[in-house]
């Protein structure tokens, strides 16, 4: 299902949908503004979430990192409303309120009071589209970007490892971009840019709204009618295809930083659920992540941490909800005495076992029994509830997967797993990432800047 490309029936018209399994209930707006809400009576609260479609993934060399930066000058004012009021305005109000930016979408959200909806529907229509971008704002805000790239990445050596991984692990994938973005564009923003990047993505038409929390669906509608409805759309052309370029073999990395131990990391080139031509596939490559790293009994702890006594630390990653094609991830941090390259070597013999083995069924319902009671879990949360559609809508996918989670999961046999393994678990598919530690010398930081960066987290 491929919102962008709504045809003219459903942008002029309300459409409603309703899911059964999760309750959720869409709306289309007549500029294109989708709406999906979630009843949860257990308290009386609502999370509200914009997601806009653009982030990292979607920026070109000389700019990268601008959908952060421009998440930070979303709260610099608009007319109605100055630099400030916005975290005032909610605060004054019992909310919380922030924001974070992706590889695939830029989110903001709010948690209030369920009777104080308004409020933020107000101001997030508001700076939807009459956003003031000032030189000056811009100024101090390059600051605590520039600090917080500093204190994310730069010092931070794992953070290093993973940004130069990403960028010799993908050739022509937006990927390899790091989301806060490369020093020298930071450093050249200009208020044209982010004016041009504003005008293009941050557009009804372009973005998702999210509400899950003590609410009527109706009434949430007629909110949403009244504050958004009006609102003008973007010119948002299709994106173009973004596949990788074929790996053809081995890429291997060493970054030298300041650090304590030394980190190894290796990726193989996967599927998505949105790029995999079987969505099965995806699905057991979830299950193959949790066989490896599902929990103290996974094998990754049973047989390197606790079994050989190789590594301090390891684990496995997928991300299935991904609008390109990702990276099966596998990572260690050797014991004191033992060398990187013997934990590469450990790691390739696990994917090894998978690939000529078969899982046992005790593992396989294992792995499916952690999905059922994670996702109980995690309905506990209505911001967990939010962030699960508003991703899947971001990146391309219909809502409606986060219904079919568990009872795919549940379908995935050890055949399947094995077989994902050995067709993308491959030598040739693979970049490795060594952290190859230096001295630590103590470094200074700049107060002011680390202030603000704390202060609200990601924005």
């Given at each position: 299902m491929n919102k962008r490309l709504l045809c003219a029936v459903l942008l002029c018209l309300p459409v409603v949908a309703h899911s059964e399994a999760s309750k959720v209930s869409e709306r289309i707006l007549k500029n294109g503004l989708k709406v999906l809400v979630k009843e949860d009576h257990r308290s009386p609260v609502v999370v509200s979430q914009v997601w806009y479609k653009v982030g990292s993934s979607y920026e070109p060399n000389g700019i990268t990192g601008i959908s952060h930066m421009l998440e930070h000058m979303m709260f610099k004012g608009t007319d109605k409303h100055p630099a400030g009021d916005f975290s005032k305005i909610?605060?004054?109000?019992?909310?919380?309120?922030n924001a974070f930016t992706g590889q695939d979408y830029t989110a903001y959200f709010q948690t209030m009071a369920a009777d104080k909806l308004a409020v933020s529907f107000e101001l997030e229509a508001d700076r939807m589209r009459n956003l003031h971008l000032l030189p000056e704002e811009l100024k101090k805000e390059l600051e605590v970007v520039t600090e917080e790239r500093r204190m994310r990445t730069d010092d931070k050596p794992q953070a290093k490892l993973g940004e130069s991984f990403n960028a010799v692990a993908f050739t022509s994938s937006g990927y390899r971009h790091p989301v806060i973005g490369w020093p020298s564009d930071i450093a050249n923003y200009k208020v044209e840019d982010l004016q041009a990047w504003y005008q293009q993505w941050y557009a009804p038409n372009n973005a998702t709204l999210v509400v899950v929390g003590d609410v009527q669906t109706q009434a949430v509608f007629d909110l949403a009618e009244k504050y958004f409805a009006e609102l003008k759309t973007?010119?948002?052309?299709?994106?173009?295809?973004?596949?990788?370029?074929?790996?053809?073999?081995?890429?291997?990395?060493?970054?030298k930083a300041p650090a304590k131990m030394p980190v190894m990391v290796m990726?193989?080139?996967?599927?998505?659920?949105?790029?995999?031509?079987?969505?099965?596939?995806?699905?057991?490559?979830?299950?193959?992540?949790?066989?490896?790293?599902?929990?103290?009994?996974?094998?990754?702890s049973t047989d390197l941490v606790r079994g050989k006594q190789l590594a301090v630390?390891?684990?496995?990653?997928?991300?299935?909800?991904?609008?390109?094609?990702?990276?099966?991830?596998?990572?260690?941090?050797?014991?004191?005495?033992?060398?990187?390259?013997?934990?590469?070597?450990?790691?390739?013999a696990e994917v090894n076992k998978l690939q000529q083995t078969l899982i046992s069924d005790e593992e396989l319902q294992r792995i499916k029994a952690q999905v059922l009671a994670s996702s109980v879990y995690e309905k506990d949360s209505n911001f967990y509830q939010?962030?699960?559609?508003?991703?899947?809508?971001?990146?391309?996918?219909?809502?409606?997967?986060?219904?079919?989670?568990?009872?795919?999961?549940?379908?995935?046999?050890?055949?399947?797993?094995?077989?994902?393994?050995?067709?993308?678990?491959?030598?040739?598919?693979?970049?490795?990432?060594?952290?190859?530690?230096q001295a630590i010398k103590p470094q200074a930081m700049?107060?002011?800047?680390?202030?603000a960066i704390n202060a609200k987290g990601e924005k």
């Open positions: 909610i605060a004054e109000n019992g909310g919380d309120e973007s010119d948002i052309k299709p994106l173009k295809p973004q596949p990788d370029m074929e790996q053809l073999g081995v890429r291997r990395i060493t970054v990726g193989y080139k996967v599927p998505s659920l949105k790029t995999a031509t079987q969505e099965t596939e995806a699905y057991a490559l979830e299950v193959l992540a949790g066989v490896l790293d599902g929990g103290n009994s996974a094998r990754l630390s390891a684990g496995a990653s997928y991300d299935l909800a991904s609008r390109l094609e990702a990276l099966f991830e596998l990572e260690a941090t050797p014991v004191e005495g033992k060398k990187v390259a013997d934990v590469e070597a450990a790691l390739k939010a962030m699960q559609l508003g991703a899947l809508e971001t990146v391309g996918l219909p809502w409606q997967k986060a219904d079919e989670y568990v009872g795919n999961i549940n379908k995935v046999t050890a055949e399947q797993v094995r077989d994902v393994a050995k067709k993308y678990l491959i030598e040739d598919h693979l970049t490795v990432g060594y952290l190859d530690p700049t107060t002011a800047a680390t202030t």
